[in-house]
């Protein structure tokens, strides 16, 4: 901030970082970053399209619900669904907010196989999925079945990861490639009818959105703790003081790939 002391800077830096270093981050809520961050949404309208297909099916599984908002935001939810969490934590947001609904939960450490029997579910939707398992979704969805997620794609935020981590190698750059995406759901058997990414504009505000962020999103700095970090965070909060918001560019696809019926 213009005219501000070095006193004052460093106090402003101390405060925002205390304040977000001691903040909850379980769930997958990110409220608290509002007005202290920002993230340009996709087009595609990813919680909308989901709660349509969810409108329309007869048993549903959600994979990596994190705290369950995303499928809890949908008004309509079908006879059967279920949804799998790793993280304790999220598990107990998830059953609180999912079980009134009907919805069950269910604890799954996100690696194969899943716990369901083959062709259980006519819908199985994930929103930002760390690793997608193509061939378990194939197994357990119905023929004629869909598979509908919103995934993070290439080098996402990496303005961010590469200033705290250095230049990322180039299978880093290229991971979650939507091409690469569309290869592995075809060899599982599936057909895609749907892939479009998108690059979005993310900002932040304030070091406190930086240290919230990091700490929630875990994968983008792995073992990212405030101490480790102090004097990089303390030269990014001089930067976003004196010249504003720290630009970041967000990478996104949405996949729908569909199990062919049997003959």
Not at 12 to 38: I, P, Q
Not at 94 to 107: D, E, K, Y
Not at 233 to 261: C, D, S, Y
Request: glycine share 8%.
């Amino acid at each position: 901030m213009p005219g501000t002391s070095e006193e004052e800077e460093r106090a402003r830096f101390e405060a925002l970082v205390d304040e977000a270093a001691a903040v909850s981050v379980d769930g997958w809520d990110f409220s608290w970053l509002d007005g202290r961050a920002t993230e340009q949404r996709p087009s595609w309208g990813y919680a909308r399209a989901m709660a349509d297909r969810l409108g329309r099916a007869q048993a549903a599984l959600d994979i990596q619900t994190g705290g369950g908002e995303v499928l809890a935001s949908a008004p309509k939810l079908p006879p059967v669904t279920v949804a799998t969490e790793s993280w304790p934590p999220n598990i107990a947001r998830a059953t609180a907010l999912l079980h009134p609904r009907g919805a069950v939960v269910v604890a799954d450490a996100d690696e194969p196989p899943l716990p369901f029997g083959d062709a259980a579910f006519d819908l199985v939707v994930s929103r930002h999925p760390v690793t997608t398992w193509w061939a378990e979704i194939a197994r357990v969805l119905k023929p004629g079945g869909t598979y509908f997620s919103q995934q993070v794609g290439s080098a996402s935020v990496f303005e961010l990861v590469e200033y705290f981590l250095g230049p990322r190698p180039a299978e880093a750059r290229g991971a979650r490639d939507p091409q690469r995406a569309r290869a592995d759901a075809e060899a599982a058997g599936l057909q895609v009818v749907d892939l479009r990414p998108e690059t979005l504009r993310t900002e932040f505000f304030d070091i406190g959105a930086v240290v919230y962020f990091l700490r929630k999103v875990i994968w983008m700095v792995p073992g990212f703790t405030v101490e480790q970090y102090r004097p990089q965070l303390a030269a990014l909060h001089h930067l976003i003081e004196t010249e504003g918001p720290f630009v970041a560019h967000t990478t996104r696809f949405l996949i729908e790939a569909r199990k062919p019926q049997q003959p």
